[in-house]
């Protein structure tokens, strides 16, 4: 009999050898699915502890990976020149905003083209979209120039689909990044849009060594996917404690089991911390009801990814 261990080991061998073969013969579109699907099927049926033996060294000894690293998204995922895992330059992919590579190859273009059109990436896109709405939205419904800051704002990529900042509506907006790669592109390309950046991390935030007060948007996307629930619990409550009478917090985190995991996990070794919309919830767990003006939960269109959303009394 198979043990546990072994078992992912055959079903994930005889996966990847069925998707290289559908690749190296030109069936990018249905390679790609079959990989996807399977690893998430794989990921479904085996003990965490399996998953993670297999991801982070079984599945890495496949031949398949050197034809999927050829995508310039996949490998900058799995390399992390930056150092940490989910940058901003990635998430530029996504957007279609990243130069590529002069060496990359035809099948590197094919299946870069592939993945960032899955649903996951289409979820990052509306996620962005939602983010600039929200800024027009609190911008049109006020009687004054609002103030924004933008909590892990990597490139601000919002801030170019954003109405009221690109006419200049927007009375001070804050960005807040560890990285100071992304804050210096800010200040290189959003120079005429007066972006205060700030580079720094969260945890002067929670520390109480940097505030903000009277905000009439904070938001954080792409962060609470990176942080424990004990952190964002301390970081909600200081984030909506920035707020003015009024003020709008709003924050985004993908669910579990969407259709990426299992390649995320393996070939792009991009491990997201889920939560449900419960979950998600729970993080305003330490803000008093009676500060509440109301508190709604959403999806983008995709379903990937769940907003909170808190408005101050
Ligand atoms: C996935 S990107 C999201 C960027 C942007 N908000 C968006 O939606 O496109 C995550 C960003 O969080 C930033 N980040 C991660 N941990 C951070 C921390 N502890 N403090 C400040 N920024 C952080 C990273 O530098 C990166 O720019």
Redesign the pocket.
């Known amino acids: 009999m198979l043990t546990q261990e072994k078992s992912i080991q055959v079903a994930g061998f005889a996966l990847m050898d069925e998707a290289e073969s559908m690749l190296r013969s030109g069936h990018i579109q249905s390679g790609m699915d079959r990989l996807i699907l399977g690893m998430n099927k794989i990921q479904q049926n085996h003990s965490p502890s399996d998953w993670e033996i297999f991801t982070k060294s079984d599945c890495l000894t496949h031949s398949l990976k050197t034809l999927i690293h050829q995508c310039p998204f996949t490998y900058h995922s799995f390399s992390k020149p930056r150092g940490?895992a989910?940058?901003?330059e990635l998430?530029d992919y996504i957007y279609t905003l990243k130069l590529l590579p002069d060496d990359l190859t035809e099948l590197g273009r094919e299946i870069l083209n592939y993945t960032i059109d899955t649903p996951a990436p289409r979820s990052v896109r509306a996620?962005?979209d939602i983010l600039a709405e929200t800024i027009d939205a609190v911008a049109a419904a006020s009687n004054h120039p609002i103030q924004i800051l933008?909590v892990?704002?990597?490139?601000l990529?919002e801030a170019q689909k954003s109405q009221a900042v690109q006419s200049h509506q927007i009375g001070k907006f804050y960005a807040?990044?560890?990285?100071p790669l992304?804050i210096e592109l800010i200040d290189r390309e959003l120079v005429e849009y007066s972006i205060q950046t700030i580079p720094?991390?969260?945890?002067a935030l929670v520390r109480k060594k940097l505030t903000f007060e009277n905000l009439d948007f904070v938001y954080a996307?792409?962060?609470y996917d990176?942080l424990s629930q004990p952190f964002a619990t301390c970081l909600t409550k200081v984030m909506f404690d920035m707020l003015c009478p009024g003020g709008r917090l709003l924050l985004a985190n993908f669910v579990p089991n969407h259709l990426e995991v299992g390649y995320m996990e393996t070939f792009m070794q991009w491990n997201l911390i889920y939560r449900t919309e419960a979950e998600l919830e729970a993080v305003a767990i330490d803000i008093p009801e009676a500060e509440i003006a109301s508190k709604r939960t959403f999806f983008e269109k995709e379903g990937n990814i769940v907003f909170l959303e808190l408005v101050k009394n």
């Open positions: 940490y989910g940058d901003a998430i996620r962005r933008s892990a704002c990597g490139h990529r807040l990044d560890q990285d992304s720094n991390s969260v945890t996307a792409g962060l990176y």
